[in-house]
């Protein structure tokens, strides 16, 4: 399947027009986070390099076609001293089916905290997720092959007070990247929807269910590498009416949050047909 660099190749047609490599997949549908990684490198190429992404809010509108290319035109709503605004709209067949508003920042001092993060086993104390799979999910995930999976098992899981559905991930590209810090930040963009709606089904693994993504919202907090081990600590704190919602933070090993991301989720009961 197609590497991360493939999954986020652009085309420029414009100025502020943009065209998204069609890639190799066995999807129904193109991967949300093929969607929103591609929109942000479009973003990313509209603005100075002195300007870092701090976050992004995205929705998704429509399906798209995965044999189809996506063209993305970006909007340039604000260049400030300090910060940066850009707004993607994701395009295939005349219709838009992904929005998303990027902001970008100088970056300047002030007071630091953060969250600690969770006491977890260690990404080596786990298997690979592709030697634990049976042979129809571990099909299902060849899409993701250059991604080393780590789930936490659910019986190793501290359980917070309060949280009604929790779930932990260790991941990293298997493959050393550029250096560049903006291509983490979209490889994390790609893959930061990959498991987090899973954290909803946590409490109903049995009830079957039509999944989608809804909306995206992250937040770069650090700097870090994607192809280096990240735990993705995830939870939902709500889900009804055929929807959930969803939160996850994003440590890397030295302890460091890095990122944080919500989305809200189709989960609807399968009707019968």
């Given at each position: 399947?197609a590497?991360?660099?493939e999954a986020?190749e652009?085309?420029?047609?414009?100025?502020?027009?943009?065209?998204?490599?069609s890639?190799?997949?066995?999807?129904p549908r193109?991967?949300?986070?093929?969607?929103?990684?591609?929109?942000?490198?479009?973003?990313?190429?509209t603005v100075?390099?002195?300007?870092?992404v701090?976050?992004?809010?995205?929705?998704?509108l429509?399906?798209?076609?995965?044999a189809?290319?996506t063209?993305?035109?970006?909007?340039?709503?604000?260049?400030?001293r300090?910060f940066?605004?850009?707004?993607?709209?994701?395009?295939?067949?005349?219709?838009?089916?992904f929005?998303?508003?990027?902001?970008?920042?100088?970056?300047?001092?002030?007071?630091?905290?953060?969250?600690?993060?969770?006491?977890?086993?260690p990404p080596?104390?786990?298997l690979?997720a592709?030697?634990?799979?049976?042979?129809?999910?571990?099909w299902?995930?060849?899409?993701?092959?250059?991604?080393?999976i780590?789930?936490?098992?659910?019986?190793?899981?501290?359980?917070r007070?309060?949280?009604?559905?929790?779930?932990?991930?260790?991941f990293?590209?298997?493959?050393?990247?550029?250096?560049?810090?903006?291509?983490?930040?979209?490889?994390?963009?790609?893959?930061?929807?990959?498991?987090?709606?899973?954290?909803?089904?946590?409490?109903?693994?049995?009830?079957p269910?039509?999944?989608?993504?809804?909306?995206?919202a992250?937040?770069?907090?650090?700097?870090?590498?994607?192809d280096?081990?990240?735990?993705?600590d995830?939870?939902s704190?709500s889900?009804?009416?055929?929807?959930?919602?969803?939160?996850?933070?994003?440590?890397?090993?030295?302890?460091?949050?890095?990122?944080?991301?919500?989305?809200?989720?189709?989960i609807?009961?399968?009707?019968?047909?």
């Amino acid at each position: 399947m197609a590497t991360i660099e493939e999954a986020l190749e652009l085309e420029r047609l414009e100025r502020d027009i943009f065209r998204g490599a069609s890639t190799k997949t066995q999807l129904p549908r193109t991967f949300g986070g093929q969607v929103a990684g591609q929109a942000l490198v479009s973003a990313v190429r509209t603005v100075d390099p002195r300007y870092q992404v701090h976050s992004l809010h995205g929705y998704f509108l429509r399906p798209g076609n995965p044999a189809q290319h996506t063209v993305y035109e970006v909007e340039r709503i604000r260049d400030g001293r300090s910060f940066c605004t850009r707004r993607v709209t994701g395009i295939q067949d005349g219709q838009a089916i992904f929005t998303m508003s990027a902001s970008f920042h100088v970056g300047d001092e002030g007071p630091e905290h953060q969250d600690s993060m969770p006491n977890v086993l260690p990404p080596d104390n786990l298997l690979d997720a592709q030697t634990t799979m049976s042979p129809e999910r571990l099909w299902a995930m060849r899409e993701w092959e250059h991604w080393d999976i780590r789930p936490l098992p659910q019986d190793q899981i501290a359980p917070r007070d309060g949280l009604a559905s929790q779930q932990q991930v260790w991941f990293r590209y298997r493959h050393p990247l550029p250096d560049e810090p903006v291509f983490h930040i979209c490889t994390l963009a790609y893959m930061s929807d990959m498991t987090l709606l899973g954290s909803s089904k946590v409490n109903h693994p049995d009830e079957p269910t039509q999944n989608a993504s809804l909306d995206h919202a992250m937040w770069f907090l650090r700097p870090f590498r994607a192809d280096d081990w990240l735990l993705y600590d995830q939870n939902s704190p709500s889900a009804g009416y055929g929807r959930a919602l969803t939160g996850g933070r994003i440590f890397n090993r030295e302890r460091q949050l890095v990122a944080a991301v919500v989305q809200e989720g189709l989960i609807r009961t399968l009707r019968e047909s």
